[in-house]
């Protein structure tokens, strides 16, 4: 008699086991860029500090470039990760593995957001005093981080899974980097109109938006509320379209 196969892997430890495995492979790779992140927001806060003096234009420089350290390590790395795991054939490896397809994705878009939580939270700190905020509510970053991590981890991902060659995929990532830049450090109000609308359909446009409004004296936290429920939904969505792409760029 043929001996019965094991059970299915369950998604819970299998996530857990790619995780923890994507968190220890990329801790030495990754943190001497993680480092560039934060250097580079902060350096762009001191270079704004000359143009914007307080109010609503401080508030938006300031969650821009806290938010852009997510957007660097989430979105800009995993799509260049996923490009080069394609093109070289690592997805072969994670197809042999008994873990879901929803495992894989989820476990590296969740280390590589881990390690934007050291730099985003130096980023704001420093712009909060470098523009006089207060920071009574940057607690709120523990909302902040993970929900546009995962909104922009996902999108990174499907980025990565789904250009047809590792240089677009890197091409993509930038762009998108880019992107969070342009869009999210210069306030809404100084904005074109069409630029505007591009900025709307920005996922990290939301938790700068969630951001920002906390360092009102009084914030608005139904707006709060909503702007990281889209995130939450964006990123429930760019996570599935990843596993999806997943999926597709495993059979291949």
Do not use: K
């Not at 270079?47 to 806290?66: H, K, T």
């Not at 994670?94 to 939270?121: D, E, H, K, M, N």
């Not at 904005?191 to 938006?209: F, H, K, M, N, Q």
């Not at 709060?224 to 990123?235: N, P, R, T």
């Amino acid at each position: 008699m043929p001996a019965p196969l094991a059970p299915r892997a369950r998604l819970g430890p299998s996530l857990a086991a790619v995780y923890r495995a994507q968190l220890s492979r990329a801790r030495v790779a990754r943190i001497p860029l993680l480092f560039v992140a934060t250097f580079q927001s902060v350096g762009i806060m001191i270079l704004m500090r000359g143009v914007v003096d307080g109010g609503a234009e401080a508030r938006a420089v300031v969650a821009g470039s806290s938010v852009l350290v997510v957007a660097f390590v989430a979105l800009n790395l995993l799509a260049q990760y996923f490009g080069q795991l394609r093109a070289s054939g690592g997805l072969d490896h994670y197809a042999t593995l008994p873990v879901p397809p929803a495992a894989v994705v989820l476990g590296a878009a969740g280390a590589y957001a881990s390690f934007t939580v050291p730099g985003t939270a130096v980023t704001a700190v420093t712009g909060s005093v470098l523009f006089q905020l207060p920071l009574t509510h940057l607690w709120v970053l523990a909302a902040v981080i993970p929900l546009s991590g995962a909104a922009l981890a996902g999108l990174g991902a499907a980025l990565g899974l789904l250009a047809p060659r590792q240089e677009l995929a890197t091409l993509l990532g930038q762009l998108g980097m880019s992107a969070a830049l342009l869009l999210g450090v210069l306030p809404a109000e100084r904005l074109p109109g069409p630029i505007g609308y591009a900025r709307d359909l920005l996922p990290s446009t939301y938790g700068v938006e969630a951001l920002a409004r906390t360092f009102d004296a009084r914030p608005d936290w139904a707006a709060v509320a909503f702007d990281l429920g889209v995130c939450a939904a964006v990123g429930v969505v760019s996570l599935a379209v990843a596993t999806w792409a997943y999926r597709r760029a495993a059979v291949r």
